[in-house]
């Protein structure tokens, strides 16, 4: 017998089953891991259908959990904004049914027999009218944050000093806080103007939101102290400190969404549309700058802002 050829048959047998069998092998797992590819490409925000189709099983394995921890992330998404769809809705009604009822009652109470006699009726009347205001100011602010949160909102930029700014501003909430008994002050005397680029009246929305704040949860014979900082050479930082309430931990992270309040009794004693501080968050954001808060209970609240310097006048 010829050894020799015995043996190269058999290697030459061994090959070609070999080869047979690994391609065998290597369509079936491609055409199981395509059914994969194939699957999971069906969700429009998989980025699968752009990518190779892979048969190494530790390429694949790393593939399928990034995928799976990216789905994830997207479904805890979903769920967190799903969340606040709710609370949004359940605050906007609630913020909503309030003055709808009280004007809604004046007004059967007037058509009920009332209406005849003078004074119940003007009385009435203009209870009611100020219902209606309320519901305009609750509607404006929405419209003027969803403009800012689609950007529809233009800036109209100009160089203003912010000095004299702040001052027309606690001229306006005089007397508002003499109610309180609350002082509006500077931390320090500004003998020079200092110059900002902004939108004028969205600041001026953003100081006078955060004063008015102030002044609400101020303590009587309180303070409400405004500083104007450099914090690098093309910005200031500008902080308006006060000695009132205080906020809880708790609640700061909530602080900027819209309806959320402090107070979760859901008292309106201190009036508002409770979308204050979210609307001078997209403000800022609309400027590109940053509003910070610091707060600690019977202590008092320091909230911040940053805004740009005039190019023209930097100091």
Known sequence: MDWSFIVLFALSCFAVSFTILQIRVERFIYRRVKKIYDDVSLLESSSFSSKPVTTDMKTLTQEIEKFAEDRKIEIDTLKIREEYRKDFLGNVSHELKTPLFTVQG???????????DKKIREKYLERANKGVERLIYIVKDLDLITKL?????????????IIEFIQNVFDLLEMKAAKKEISLTFDMEYKDPIYVNADREKIQQVVSNLLVNSIKY???????????????????????TDNGEG??????PRLFERFYRVDQSGSRAEGGSGLGLSIVKHIMEAHDEKIYVESEEDVGSEFSFTLEKSKNKLA
Do not use: C, Q, W
């Not at 303590?219 to 910005?235: A, M, Q, R, Y």
């Open 149 to 161: 949160e689609v950007g529809g909102l233009k800036l109209e930029r100009e160089d203003f000093d």
């Open 106 to 116: 004046y007004i059967l109470t007037l058509l009920d027999g009332a209406m005849n």
């Open 218 to 240: 101020g303590h009587p014979n309180g303070t409400t102290e405004v500083s104007v900082e450099n914090l690098i050479k093309n910005k200031v930082i500008i902080r308006v």
């Open 247 to 252: 906020i809880p931990k708790e609640h700061i």
